[in-house]
C-alpha cells in the first residue's frame, strides 16, 4: 500500500502570502497536484495549515491534516496518519511533476528511498558580504525535487530520532541520510519547477501552457 502526502501548509513567507491557495490557470495552486494525483495511489493525504483545514475543499476520499510550524512538523503529522508501508511525498508548489516521476522514485527496490534530482548546470559561487570568496566545483552536485518516496517505518523512525534531536532538515531524504539509510536518486526534470517567489507564477504558466501544447495531438 503507497500513500500519498501532499504537502501545503506553508505559510509563504518568501512568496508574501500562502501561495497554495494562489490560482494558476483557474485553480488554487494545491488542487493543480490533488486533482491529478489522489486517484493514482491507495490513499491521499492533503496537509494543510490548521487555520485553513475546515475551509479547504477537497475531492471525496482525501483526508486532510494539520500542518505544523516547520515542514517537518507537517510531515510528521502526516506520516502518523499514514497507512501505506510506503509514503509519496510532494510539494503541491510543484505542479508539474510527471506521473512518471512519481512512479520511479516509487519503485525503492535496495533503497530505504528515493528521490528526483537534477544536475546543476551553472557554476556555483559562495559569496559573503556581496562578495566572491569561493567557486564551489560543481561536478557530483544535484539539485533535489519532490516527489520523494521512502519506506514509511524508516522515515517516521528518522523523524522521531531528529525530533528528539532537535534537528531540521530540509527535505526527508536529508533525515535518512543522518541515520545511515540509503536514499537513490533519478533524473528530475526542468520543469518541475518549485513556486517560491511572486514572479515564479508567470514561469508557471509559461511551463503550464507549454506542457498542454506538448500534449495537444497535431
Given amino acids: 500500500m503507497i500513500s500519498l502526502i501532499l504537502l501545503a501548509a506553508g505559510e509563504g513567507r518568501r512568496f508574501g502570502r500562502k501561495k497554495q491557495f494562489e490560482r494558476l490557470f483557474g485553480k488554487p495552486i494545491y488542487m493543480l497536484s490533488l486533482e491529478r494525483l489522489h486517484k493514482l495511489f491507495d490513499e491521499t493525504l492533503l496537509v494543510l495549515p490548521e487555520e485553513d483545514l475546515q475551509k479547504t475543499p477537497v475531492p471525496e476520499g482525501v483526508k486532510k491534516v494539520a500542518g505544523g510550524k516547520e ?9 502518523i496518519e499514514a497507512k501505506g508501508q510506503v509514503v509519496v511525498l510532494h510539494d503541491c508548489a510543484r505542479p508539474f511533476a510527471s506521473l512518471e516521476l512519481f512512479k520511479k522514485v ?3 527496490g535496495e533503497f530505504h528511498g528515493k528521490i528526483c534530482a537534477i544536475p546543476i548546470r551553472d557554476t556555483v559561487k559562495r559569496v559573503a558580504d556581496s562578495m566572491v570568496v569561493q567557486t564551489i566545483d560543481r561536478r557530483g552536485l544535484w539539485l533535489s525535487q519532490t516527489p520523494q518516496a521512502f519506506t514509511k517505518k524508516v522515515l517516521l523512525e528518522c523523524h522521531f530520532k531528529a525530533r528528539n534531536e532537535g534537528f531540521f532538515a530540509t527535505d526527508d531524504a536529508m533525515v535518512l541520510e543522518r541515520y545511515g539509510y540509503k536514499v537513490g536518486v533519478v533524473m528530475g526534470e526542468p520543469t518541475n519547477i518549485k513556486i517560491t517567489y511572486p514572479e515564479d ?18
Avoid: H
Wanted: glycine share 4%.
Fill in 71 to 79: 515542514r517537518q512538523d507537517s510531515v510528521f503529522n502526516a506520516l
Fill in 106 to 108: 516509487c519503485e525503492l
Fill in 201 to 218: 507564477m508567470l514561469l508557471a504558466e509559461a511551463i503550464g501552457l507549454l506542457l498542454s501544447y506538448a500534449k495537444t495531438p497535431v
